[in-house]
């Protein structure tokens, strides 16, 4: 039997390749490789029996790389993260594993390897179901701020708002108004918009800060945040936001 590894830790991979060597003397390890496309290629042509694969890979991910493999390739996949990807692939690939992978779990993991039979076709189709609603990116929840010669780690629900500074962004709290190096129109792309809502070209606001938003005789809005004294003013091209308040 043969198996192709991928993952993009090399570490972790020198050390299933050993672990599985010492569990499966027979196996023959025909590629470990360190992303997504490389992966895809070598599936492609070495046509291995067995896929070890990440699913989280630079290039591409494990789920993509296995469309390349070859018919009866049983596929593993390993992951550090227990989300969505996990709960889908119990039911169509041979096993999964969660990292860091025990000993005990990794011989379960040999001994249904040897006894399964060649994975279902019912594996593609669902990678392909799931490639094609592509993967929500996770929020961003932990900010880098600089404060003299030191680095703050901010959780990103401690800001009442967010305000561009040309290429940089403030960061306003409780109790402090922080610097960062990111624009404010990267920051958009990395926070849930349920929890931090663009109010003006230049300025993304908390919901949970707001308290009160007051319409005036000319229809223009202005918002009071509950942890911060200034007030804020909404743009017309987002009063729609705030049609119910």
């Known amino acids: 039997m043969n198996a192709l590894l991928a993952d993009d830790e090399h570490h972790l991979i020198d050390d299933l390749r050993r672990r599985l ?35 989280r890979m630079p290039g591409c991910s494990g789920l993509e790389a296995a469309q390349s493999a070859p018919p009866g390739c049983r596929v593993v996949f390993v992951t550090a993260h227990d989300d969505h990807a996990v709960q889908a692939f ?9 990292k860091p992978v025990s000993d005990e779990r990794l011989a379960r993991c040999v ?4 006894e399964a039979a060649p994975a279902p076709e019912a594996l593609l189709a669902k990678l392909q179901s799931l490639l094609a609603t592509p993967a929500k990116p996770e ?5 880098r701020a600089q404060v003299g010669q030191t680095v703050r780690l901010l959780a990103v629900e401690e800001v009442c708002y967010f305000q561009s500074a040309d290429k940089y962004t403030a960061a306003y709290t409780r109790d402090a108004e922080l610097l960062l190096r990111t624009p404010l129109k990267e920051l958009i792309t990395q926070l849930d918009p349920a929890e931090f809502w663009q109010v003006h ?7 949970r800060q ?3 938003a007051r319409h005036d005789l000319l229809g223009r809005i202005t918002l009071t945040l509950r942890d911060r004294a200034e007030t804020l003013a909404v743009s017309r091209s987002y009063t729609h936001l705030f049609r119910q308040m």
């Open 90 to 98: 119990e039911q169509a690939a041979v096993d999964y594993l969660l």
């Open 139 to 143: 929020s961003l929840r932990w900010l």
């Open 210 to 212: 707001i308290t009160t």
């Open 111 to 114: 001994a249904r390897l040897r």
């Open 21 to 55: 060597l010492r569990l499966w003397p027979e196996l023959k390890i025909v590629a470990t490789l360190h992303d997504g496309i490389a992966a895809a290629e070598a599936l492609a042509t070495l046509q291995p029996d067995i896929a070890f694969l990440d699913i």
């Open 201 to 207: 070209r230049g300025t993304l606001v908390n919901v």
